[in-house]
């Protein structure tokens, strides 16, 4: 447990700048500022407490099944599948991302009976099919082929939200289940929103909202835990600033 702490490169980093700042005089106060960026940006704590505001309490309600649940697409390594799928023919193998869980809770929800059906968009890059890749995941674990449905082209979560909106040729459910990760939930359910859609919530890849002492720590994984939030707190401006939300 000790040793994950000797050998992050981040804490040696830090020791080395206020080394730096303990022996030299000048610009003290510009180092004070990087080391306090660098620090929230690579530390745990930010994302922690970022999330603490950021996330919204899910709503689900299992006491009566949904009709539906719409599961964010984003789920599948597509750097993997366009660069290395190809040195590896013959071999059946599934590249998920840190996403994956979002599709794993649909594929329970449906197994338990809790959800009759889910719905995915048709998420394309290029020639790839992120689409097909989950079908046949989720095919494999013996769900009825009827139960997922794919609902339109999309390439974001406002388009998510707009083609779930259009398929439907009539009134569009007014109960249904929207499965995303924790941190992603508040720009998906608001481009619903948009669209006067009102969906119970359901959210994975959830952290713990507990503190420790390597909470504290910079590390590596928490400088890719804060890319994370700015992408998603960037993202959520951006739909601000064009309407979408």
């Keep these: 447990m000790i ?3 000797f050998i992050n490169p981040f804490i040696y980093a830090f020791a080395l700048s206020f080394i730096f700042l303990l022996f030299r005089r000048v610009h003290k106060k510009s180092l004070i500022l990087i080391i306090v960026f660098f620090y929230l940006i690579s ?3 930010t994302y ?3 999330n603490r505001v950021w996330n919204i309490e899910d709503s689900k309600d299992f006491s009566i099944p949904y009709e539906i649940a719409v599961v964010s697409s984003g789920v599948v390594d597509h750097t993997w599948y366009r660069s290395k799928r190809a040195q590896y023919p013959g ?3 599934v590249a998920l991302n840190q996403n994956k869980e979002r599709i794993f809770a649909g594929i329970h929800l449906l197994q338990s009976q809790m959800v009759k059906q889910l719905y995915f968009g048709d998420l394309s890059v290029g020639s790839f099919s992120e689409t097909e890749v989950v079908r046949n995941v989720v095919l494999s674990q013996g769900v009825e082929s009827e139960r997922f449905v794919v609902y339109g082209e999309v390439n974001s979560s406002r ?3 707009e083609k779930f909106q259009s398929y439907f040729t009539g009134v569009p459910p007014k109960r249904f289940l929207l499965i995303t990760s924790e941190i992603h939930m508040r720009r998906a359910l608001d481009a619903f929103h948009k669209q006067g859609l009102y969906p119970d919530t359901f ?3 959830r952290i713990s909202p507990k ?3 390597k909470t504290f720590l910079p590390s590596h994984g ?3 835990a804060n890319k994370i939030i700015f992408y998603e707190l960037s993202g959520w401006l951006a739909y601000y600033f064009r309407g979408d939300i």
């Design 222 to 224: 928490g400088a890719r």
């Design 203 to 205: 959210s994975v890849n």
């Design 48 to 50: 922690n407490l970022v």
């Design 43 to 45: 530390t745990p704590l």
């Design 211 to 213: 503190i420790k002492l």
């Design 91 to 93: 071999v059946e193998y």
């Design 159 to 161: 388009d998510e939200a």
């Design 3 to 5: 040793k994950e702490y």
